[in-house]
């Protein structure tokens, strides 16, 4: 396939101007989205004027000024709704990072739903903050982790994971893309198996969010976390989705002030969700940010952002699968956006440094997913990851550097 030709009309290098800091490193390739996007001037203005012109806690002020701040932050939760087609504000909580909304639904959602003998089912290519959160849950209530697999191509095993499902299941948490392999899982057919067992789920769509469509609704999923830095937003915010049903029955994980109706010594009753989830004062500016951004990509079109990514996928695959002694980590039949990889005889840690000579950014060692990496048999890889700046002649400059470090090190 002409992967240039075939590419979708969406100009990375005109979008790079939207992003300050390619200015300040003109000769920078950036390669390390999955880790955390660069954020766009839209983003970074809007956080500057919400605290030059807007800022006042919310919630509780009686003042204009915090009225005003309250209406931006609820707005932020509405952009966010839509984003990701809730179908109620309130089924958007405002959490730290994808790894606190997992957090906070395996001690809330966990702990008031689960036993001793019930099963958890995750995947093999998840992220630490997608198996630590359950198995410290496991050992607490005297769960069940089971792991459904990947197969030697990548991709996940469909069949073996529908032969862990039992009447114990309670709840299947997996990633909608792996953060390693860039697999894309058949998360609705995941749903689907888990959802006919009484199970819930928990979808991780922290690498998914920034380069596909996400509708909850479509995915019939009842959990969806999302970290907002690598959506280019910034750091300190994410979102996890839940079914307002879901969220009712939690009991609050964190409290204080924010998350009560009416407090006695001798008793308390808590608000409704999603300030039953957010105690104290929040990152007001980082949810104005979040909101800026996921405006930014609307603008843009997800379906665009996705296609593209997708064009680069093939194109780095082609140009990466022609280098002598590379080796790539099998990523299945959908795979988009992250490709890891080792150099033969060459540790990872060396090629990023080399890369770094030419500008090259990209992430080395084992991406938060040690387990992954035991069963593929390495320590780690060299992981380039794109984003919606990236182009052709980004993976030409990242095949280039990989030639260099080949040399290097023959």
């Given at each position: 396939?002409?992967?240039?030709a075939?590419?979708?009309?969406?100009?990375?290098?005109?979008?790079?101007r939207?992003?300050?800091?390619?200015?300040r490193?003109?000769?920078?390739?950036?390669l390390d989205s999955?880790a955390?996007a660069?954020k766009?001037r839209?983003v970074?203005?809007?956080i500057?004027?919400?605290y030059?012109g807007?800022?006042?806690?919310?919630?509780?002020?009686?003042?204009?000024?915090s009225?005003?701040s309250t209406?931006?932050?609820?707005?932020?939760?509405?952009r966010?709704?839509a984003?990701f087609?809730?179908?109620?504000?309130r089924?958007i909580?405002?959490?730290?990072?994808?790894?606190?909304?997992?957090?906070?639904v395996a001690?809330?959602?966990?702990?008031?739903?689960?036993?001793?003998?019930?099963?958890?089912?995750?995947?093999?290519?998840?992220?630490?903050?997608n198996?630590?959160?359950?198995?410290q849950?496991?050992?607490?209530?005297?769960?069940?982790?089971?792991?459904a697999?990947?197969?030697e191509?990548?991709?996940?095993d469909l069949a073996?994971?529908?032969?862990?499902?039992?009447?114990?299941t309670?709840l299947?948490a997996?990633?909608h893309?792996?953060?390693v392999?860039g697999?894309?899982?058949?998360?609705e057919?995941?749903?689907e198996?888990?959802h006919v067992?009484?199970?819930c789920?928990?979808?991780d769509?922290?690498?998914?969010a920034?380069?596909?469509?996400?509708d909850?609704?479509?995915l019939?999923?009842d959990?969806?976390?999302v970290?907002?830095?690598?959506?280019?937003?910034p750091?300190?915010?994410?979102?996890?989705?839940?079914?307002?049903d879901?969220l009712?029955?939690?009991?609050?994980?964190?409290?204080g002030g924010?998350?009560?109706l009416?407090?006695?010594?001798?008793?308390?009753?808590?608000i409704?969700?999603?300030h039953r989830?957010?105690?104290?004062t929040p990152?007001?500016a980082?949810?104005?940010g979040l909101?800026?951004?996921?405006?930014?990509i609307?603008?843009?079109?997800?379906?665009a952002?996705?296609a593209h990514?997708?064009?680069?996928?093939?194109y780095?695959l082609?140009?990466?699968s022609h280098?002598?002694?590379?080796?790539?980590?099998?990523?299945?039949q959908r795979?988009l956006?992250i490709?890891?990889f080792n150099?033969d005889?060459v540790?990872?840690?060396d090629v990023g440094?080399v890369?770094d000579?030419?500008?090259?950014?990209?992430?080395?060692?084992?991406?938060?997913?040690?387990p992954?990496?035991d069963k593929?048999?390495?320590?780690?890889?060299v992981?380039a990851?794109?984003?919606?700046?990236?182009d052709?002649?980004d993976?030409?400059?990242?095949?280039?550097a990989?030639?260099?470090?080949?040399?290097?090190?023959?």
């Amino acid at each position: 396939m002409n992967w240039v030709a075939d590419r979708p009309a969406l100009d990375a290098r005109a979008l790079r101007r939207e992003f300050p800091i390619f200015a300040r490193h003109p000769s920078l390739v950036f390669l390390d989205s999955a880790a955390s996007a660069q954020k766009p001037r839209q983003v970074i203005d809007g956080i500057a004027e919400f605290y030059r012109g807007d800022y006042a806690n919310v919630h509780r002020g009686v003042y204009k000024l915090s009225a005003r701040s309250t209406d931006l932050f609820e707005e932020a939760r509405e952009r966010l709704r839509a984003f990701f087609n809730a179908a109620d504000e309130r089924e958007i909580v405002f959490t730290r990072n994808a790894t606190e909304a997992i957090n906070l639904v395996a001690q809330s959602w966990g702990t008031a739903h689960l036993k001793a003998g019930d099963e958890i089912v995750i995947s093999d290519v998840e992220h630490h903050s997608n198996i630590l959160p359950w198995q410290q849950l496991r050992d607490r209530l005297g769960l069940k982790l089971l792991v459904a697999p990947t197969d030697e191509t990548g991709e996940f095993d469909l069949a073996r994971f529908e032969a862990l499902l039992s009447a114990k299941t309670r709840l299947v948490a997996v990633t909608h893309l792996s953060n390693v392999t860039g697999a894309v899982l058949p998360v609705e057919r995941i749903v689907e198996l888990a959802h006919v067992r009484g199970a819930c789920v928990l979808i991780d769509g922290s690498q998914a969010a920034p380069r596909m469509p996400v509708d909850v609704r479509a995915l019939g999923c009842d959990f969806y976390a999302v970290t907002g830095h690598k959506l280019y937003g910034p750091t300190g915010i994410g979102v996890l989705y839940g079914r307002y049903d879901a969220l009712e029955a939690m009991p609050p994980w964190q409290t204080g002030g924010g998350t009560i109706l009416n407090v006695e010594l001798a008793h308390t009753d808590y608000i409704e969700p999603p300030h039953r989830f957010e105690a104290g004062t929040p990152d007001i500016a980082g949810a104005v940010g979040l909101a800026r951004a996921v405006e930014f990509i609307e603008g843009i079109g997800r379906d665009a952002i996705r296609a593209h990514e997708e064009a680069l996928t093939g194109y780095g695959l082609d140009r990466l699968s022609h280098i002598p002694g590379l080796r790539l980590v099998a990523g299945g039949q959908r795979r988009l956006s992250i490709l890891s990889f080792n150099l033969d005889g060459v540790h990872a840690h060396d090629v990023g440094t080399v890369l770094d000579q030419h500008d090259v950014a990209v992430r080395v060692g084992h991406h938060c997913a040690q387990p992954l990496m035991d069963k593929l048999g390495i320590a780690g890889t060299v992981r380039a990851s794109f984003g919606l700046y990236n182009d052709e002649a980004d993976i030409d400059r990242l095949s280039a550097a990989i030639e260099a470090c080949r040399e290097m090190f023959r």
